[in-house]
């Protein structure tokens, strides 16, 4: 197994527990699995170490943006044709280069052989994933199938992760007064006084961070 298919399939878990929190909208857990699995596939290639994030809280958000996409396409993940016809095209590149290298190509390599987006072989590869069962029976063990808890603090954990990654998009002043009242626990007396402002501008501006905050986590 590639380094690229070890991550992917070690952090399979952050699907399930991303689609675990659409379940009941409409939308059967499959597909929501589906869509996941393509956000993860372009999160593992698109993690820029660099950074200094963790790939969990990069690959959260990702996930999570594929799964809402699900719900404003109508409930079905679409894959048209040429996106079919372009994962076979991918499927056998990466094939014929491990045949050729004795490894496991890279989205950069499979994009300039192919003449392609990296974008593009990402969801490619995406479409070439496997769908993983959330249970396994003793009796259909193929060792295709992994094991998640129903009762599991990934939940919270997954909020807290997406939570975090909205926080480092918002304009400094609002991250700044967000970070003074649950991070510092300061006061809105206090907030106000650091950040030059007043409270009654604190509290206004607060209330507004946490509708937008709570609209992006739901959707």
Do not use: W
């Not at 007064?177 to 991070?183: N, P």
Request: proline content about 4%.
């Amino acid at each position: 197994m590639s380094e690229r298919e070890e991550k992917i399939c070690s952090n399979i878990g952050l699907v399930h527990t991303c689609a675990r929190r659409f379940i009941g909208r409409g939308i059967e857990y499959d597909d929501l699995y589906q869509a996941g699995s393509m956000g993860l596939v372009k999160a593992v290639d698109g993690f820029d170490e660099s950074r200094g994030l963790k790939f969990s809280t990069y690959a959260v958000p990702v996930i999570l943006g594929e799964i809402r996409r699900l719900f404003r396409d109508g409930g079905t993940v679409k894959v048209s044709r040429t996106l079919k016809e372009l994962a076979m095209r991918v499927s056998r590149e990466r094939d014929a280069f491990c045949l050729r290298e004795g490894r496991e190509p890279s989205v950069t390599e499979l994009s300039e052989t192919l003449g392609i987006e990296r974008e593009q072989v990402a969801e490619a590869l995406g479409v070439l994933l496997p769908a993983l069962s959330l249970t396994r029976s003793g009796e259909e063990n193929d060792g295709d199938e992994v094991d998640i808890p129903v009762d599991s603090p990934e939940e919270h954990i997954t909020d807290r992760l997406a939570l975090r990654q909205l926080l480092t998009e918002l304009p400094p002043p609002d991250r700044s007064l967000i970070e003074y009242r649950y991070f510092k626990r300061q006061t809105q007396q206090v907030t106000a006084e650091k950040l030059g402002m007043t409270q009654v501008q604190v509290s206004r501006r607060e209330r507004a961070i946490l509708r937008q905050l709570r609209e992006q986590l739901i959707g």
